[in-house]
């Protein structure tokens, strides 16, 4: 992270003009930021999709016990009835 905002810096620096550096080394620079914002897009977004699967998962297995427990609160009551 720090070095995404040294690069960061050094764009902005080179896109003010405030450097006599050439043509190339701002390109190079640029490029260099735009790949680090790049890959820093992509692990978020991997990131993002790990946690939606992990809750989807948890969401269906919650799902899955209400289901079992209404199947099973049905038949006590079924039997409790029945028994009558």
């Known amino acids: 992270m720090k070095r995404f905002a040294t690069l960061v810096v050094a764009a902005f620096v080179l896109a003010s003009g405030t450097t006599a550096c050439g043509g190339p080394i701002e ?3 640029q490029q260099r ?3 680090e914002v790049q890959q820093g897009r992509t692990q978020i977004e991997e990131q993002v999709q790990e946690e939606r699967t ?3 998962q948890e969401a269906q297995e919650a799902q899955q016990k209400i289901e ?3 199947k ?3 038949q006590q009551v079924e039997e409790k009835v029945g028994g009558q």
Do not use: C, M, P, Y
Request: negative net charge.
């Open 33 to 35: 930021v735009e790949e």
């Open 54 to 56: 992990q809750i989807e």
């Open 72 to 74: 099973e609160v049905q």
């Open 27 to 29: 390109e190079e620079v």
């Open 68 to 70: 079992q427990e209404a």
